[in-house]
């Protein structure tokens, strides 16, 4: 196995996703299947070739430092599960 | 046990650019809340960010002015955490391919020069800000300062002591400023400074376990901060504990370091290049286009004042460690023509003034030109120095030029022969014992003469003509 149900427990919690026994299983081995697969591109021989972060062969795209209308807090606040006067209300984080 | 102190730095700065790093609204501080913000910096769905060419060109400054490589090619990558002041659950930020790498940053002290090793410069986006609510379990979110461009500036573990510390962020802070790239501002975060600090038994070559010190927001707080940890943590090894590899807060009010505990497990940052951002290139023609566009920098400037002017390095020191400051010197030399005196009055009388308002030299009453023209006037012995010294504290009470005060208080220095011939006369009369010393060889009685002249003319009599005078007429 090239993953272990507590690794994909990790990865869950990570991403704050909950998920329960049985999907747990299910994803351990579809995770598994996906990286067995990535082992064997790896059977490639890939000396000399740059790696790539990107699949478009664009770079330097750039903005010009100019300030444009934000779009204000009413609006910014409007799809908040919670808010309150001008700011955005959560549960208290401290740390 | 001796122990040697291992100390590295992460300093992060707000860049001054007008807009955010990857969309177009403002970064000026103190707007109200949640209003600089946009779809771009609040993490909704389907936004694609666009890097501010700015802030490439500003990073750009930064690693040249500290000696670094520029890569030729570098991207962006994804931190992932959970954090309310974070609306994506990322922060954008660099990570294999960093902007630059391999710098350095000169230490002088006292004419020994050290290098600390920066070990690379990288572009990011900060995060907002927090109010936490004192009687509800409630947090309040401020999204403005969400996409505010940051340099992050990582050293080497190169320094070994919390002064040498504190002397290489001043330094750091001493450059951002000359390039007008960062206001520097530590109270208000536009400059903030993360501290490793470890210690080991001298001569051990292994760092010890290191400790990550956060929250401290002046130079002074910084030095404070490592000098408790180096302390706990020597106690500890001394009597038989073991350091724990954690983050640590600063309490100023206390000062100590609290554990920060929590989000132990929240370091696993899952970084990824970031497939909304294009790799950035920065060719040859790129960076000698910025590198020609650097101002001086203060070090480079202190050596000059010592060469050109020929004042201490400690003077130059003082006086280039803020840019506004050096341009206000070298105007006043400039006119005066006296380096050094225009030296010693900027630091002494000038400075004195602006610390006790807590002004700064772009805010001084006395124009470059005034204390110019000041010291002019007492070269020509216009006025005495004793005179300059009230002169020069109306001239910062008022805004007025020197000739203007001299003429409104009679402070006309006694020039006149005749009058001060008159004046030696009668004290040589009055002092008869004290003139025998002096034939007989006291020469330090002079000094009493001269004080008698001062006292009978109100300080108004030009020294220079006093003790010519003097010297003359005591000689029988």
Known sequence: ?95 | MDFETVIGLEVHAQMLTDTKIFCNCSTKFGGSPNSHTCPVCLGMPGVLPVLNKKVVEYAMKMALATNCIINKSCEFARKNYFYPDLPKGYQISQYAYPLAEYGYVLLDTNGTQRKIGITRIHMEEDAGKLLHDEHNPVSYVDLNRTGVPLIEIVSEPDMRSPEEAADYLKRLHEILVYLEICDGNMEEGSFRCDANVSIRPRGQKEYGTRTELKNMNSFRNVQRALEYEIKRQQYLVENGGTIVQETRLWDDAQGVTNSMRSKEEAHDYRYFPDPDLVPILVDEVWVEKVRENLPELPLAKRERFVKEYQIPAYDAGVLTADKALANYYEEVVKLSLKPKVASNWIMGDVMRFLNEDKLDIRRCPIKAESLADMIRLIEEGAISGKMAKEVVEDMYKTGKSPQDIIKEKGLVQITDEGELIKTITSIIEANQAQVAEYRGGKEKVFGFFVGQVMKATKGKANPQLVNELLKKMLAG
């Open chain 1, 1 to 95: 196995m090239k993953i272990s149900s507590r690794e994909v427990e990790y990865v869950a919690h990570l991403a704050r996703l909950e998920v329960t026994e049985k999907e747990t299983e299910k994803f351990t081995a579809q995770l598994n299947d996906i990286l067995l697969y990535i082992d064997k591109l790896n059977e490639l021989d890939t000396k000399g070739v740059e790696p790539m972060s990107h699949a478009i062969a664009v770079t330097n795209a750039f903005r010009e430092d100019k300030i444009l209308d934000s779009i204000g807090t009413q609006q910014s606040l409007s799809n908040a599960p919670d808010a309150r006067g001008e700011f955005f209300r959560v549960p208290k984080v401290i740390d």
